[in-house]
């Protein structure tokens, strides 16, 4: 079954140290992978996604991700945090099921940045 | 949020009632989603359109009706058959859905519905 898994549902990191969300991935055929971030009562904003190429994606606010097709994993990274990027962060793929597309989330990792 | 809204932001809602989400967007996308998302659960897909007039029942339809007369609106109602319907509704929307397509999922800012 396709699945999205995020085995950690919060992080603590220190403002400046690198940080790395953590995401696996079930899916049959090439993934489509997407990772999002959702600040209090907002909807989910788009970060960057994985179609083909590169396996080192680079998103938005100096967050990338990289590709490990073998590990079936896209886990996102930053190399220094800030306190404003403490939020939930949502990793997806997108999958043919049936006829037609869907996208299946993870449960979110709540990121905090301690300064 | 991008060109994407939901209204409104906070509804409150009385047993047996029915109530519905509004979401328009100014993307001129084809496909638009209803997602529900409870705390430690992620975001589940209620309903989701391709195209007007036509839409396809998600993971967790049942307690949900949607119609999609016009491209760019998509409403949502959570009858009275919902049992739990206190949740934060995502409405989404993407270019197409077509075999081609590798698009992103563009959200609204979310209406928080709670049962009184």
């Known amino acids: 079954a396709q699945s999205v898994a995020q085995p950690e549902d919060q992080v603590n990191v220190a403002e400046g140290n690198p940080l790395t969300v953590k995401c696996t991935y079930s899916v049959s055929g090439n993934p489509y992978l997407f990772w999002y971030v959702q600040y209090p009562n907002r909807g989910l904003q788009f970060l960057l996604k994985y179609i083909t190429g590169d396996n080192l994606v680079k998103g938005s606010y100096g967050f990338e991700a990289e590709f490990n097709k073998s590990q079936t994993s896209f886990h996102l990274k930053k190399p220094s945090a800030l306190v404003s990027d403490s939020a939930l962060y949502f990793c997806?793929?997108?999958?043919?099921?049936?006829?037609?597309?869907?996208?299946?989330f993870g449960t979110g990792t709540r990121l905090k940045v301690l300064a | 949020d991008g060109g994407i809204t939901q209204s409104p932001k906070y509804l409150f809602r009385k047993e047996g009632q029915n109530v519905t989400l509004s979401c328009e967007q100014n993307?001129?996308?084809?496909?638009m989603y209803w997602y529900r998302q409870d705390p430690g659960q992620g975001l589940r897909l209620i309903y989701y359109s391709q195209i007007v007039n036509d839409f396809q029942k998600g993971d967790i339809a049942e307690g949900y009706s949607v119609s999609r007369e016009k491209k760019e609106s998509f409403p949502l109602t959570v009858t009275s058959a919902q049992k739990n319907p206190t949740a934060f509704y995502l409405c989404a929307s993407s270019i197409g859905v077509g075999a081609a397509s590798t698009d992103t999922q563009y959200f609204g800012p979310g209406t928080r519905l709670t049962v009184l």
């Open positions: 997806a793929v997108r999958d043919r099921i049936g006829g037609t597309y869907k996208y299946i």
């Open positions: 993307l001129n996308h084809d496909a």
